[in-house]
């Protein structure tokens, strides 16, 4: 089969420690060339991954003819400009989370798309793991009665200035970096957007990015609250509620790509003795979404995460926002 030739966009940590490993071990793709500000990170990264070639400016890339689809993963306040950048270059873009900082800048990516007829995605890569299909399926089937709540939590320690996690005019902050996740799997399995939310945000004196987050969230059908800290010990978990079961999806977030991930489907006892353990085999949700991507633009399949869902998921965290500020319920709108 004739493997995608894939182009990166920086040499993010994101990229090497995960995404290019994993897309080197997709059955339909291939790193083909990476781009940096520098020459010599370029080529140490491009050697590093045995990537065949190395350019010393992002543009380089883009005007690679034989460059097919980019993967971006800069600072959060770079993506829409160089996802643009690459859908002129006739490009097809998987970028990372959060797609934009704005909902506008959406709509300009959805017009673009709609314009040039290209693949793009926002990189939600737990969309495609099969904890997540299969938590979804059992919540459909009815395993847990009716789905009435929704509660999760994350947060890691870094209060480095470097990183661009704490610099607010790149993006930083927890709700834009680890907030996004909660929000994108409560509307996934609710299968339905909230209507209005209500958050308490706590901004870091130094850096003016929110370290600490509360957010409700009214759905239709139910509830959905979460914390996340860019200032606490790590922790992820993902707890789904029904009328007769509840299950809790243990590592939901950074599932490893060594390790069997599990849910445990708990049919309701206080002490936690009754429970059916649902594991997966040891899978790199990283590779599955890039696989994915490479279907979806091959026009195999269309199940990669569509531009309308990142603008949706976008409404609820700008309402998280202003929420946080005017200290009332706001609707998503
Ligand atoms: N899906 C996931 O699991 C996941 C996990 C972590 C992060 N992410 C996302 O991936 C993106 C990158 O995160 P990261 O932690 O990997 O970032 P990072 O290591 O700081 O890398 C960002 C890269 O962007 C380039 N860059 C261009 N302009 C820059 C500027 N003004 N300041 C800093 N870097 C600049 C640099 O590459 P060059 O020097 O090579 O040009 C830098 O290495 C973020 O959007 C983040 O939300 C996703």
């Known amino acids: 089969m004739n493997k995608l030739k894939w182009g990166v966009l920086s040499t993010a940590n994101i990229g090497l420690t995960k995404v290019l490993p994993a ?114 399926k059992a919540v459909r089937e009815g395993n847990i009665g009716l789905l009435r709540n929704i509660q999760g939590f994350f947060s890691y320690y870094n209060d480095d200035k470097n990183n661009i996690r704490n610099i607010k005019e790149a993006g930083g902050g927890g709700i834009w970096d680890i907030g996004c996740y909660p929000v994108t799997t409560s509307r996934f399995i609710f299968d339905e957007e909230p209507l209005r939310v209500a958050s308490i945000l706590e901004y870091d004196p130094e850096t003016g990015t929110d370290r600490m987050s509360s957010v409700m969230m009214e759905f239709p059908s139910g509830q959905a609250s979460f914390s996340c800290s860019t200032q606490l010990s790590p922790y992820q978990r993902m707890q789904i509620f029904g009328t007769k079961g509840r299950l809790e999806v243990e590592i939901p977030f950074n599932a490893p790509a060594d390790k069997a991930c599990r849910i445990f489907l708990s049919k309701g006892d206080f002490y936690f003795e009754d429970y059916e353990l649902i594991d997966f085999p040891v899978c790199d949700q ?6 994915s991507f490479v279907r979806t633009i091959r026009g195999e399949q269309d199940n990669h995460v569509p531009l309308e869902d990142a603008l949706r998921n976008m409404k609820v965290l700008e309402a998280i926002f202003k929420a946080g500020k005017s200290g009332k319920w706001e609707d998503v709108c």
Request: net charge negative; charged share 25%; with cysteine.
């Open 286 to 291: 990283y590779t599955l979404q890039a696989e």
């Open 23 to 136: 897309i080197q071990k997709s059955e339909n793709g291939v790193v083909y060339a990476i781009a940096s500000r520098s020459e010599r990170t370029a080529s140490d990264a491009a050697s590093h991954l045995s990537i065949p070639v190395s350019y010393s400016s992002y543009q380089e890339l883009l005007d690679d003819p034989e460059v097919e689809a980019i993967y971006n993963p800069l600072p959060n306040h770079l993506h829409v400009e160089w996802t643009i950048k690459a859908m002129m270059a006739g490009k097809h873009v998987l970028c990372e989370k959060p797609l934009a900082l704005k909902l506008e800048d959406i709509n300009k990516l959805i017009e673009l798309r709609d314009k040039t007829g290209l693949t793009v995605s926002e990189a939600f890569m737990v969309r495609y793991h099969p904890q997540w299909l299969t938590a979804r």
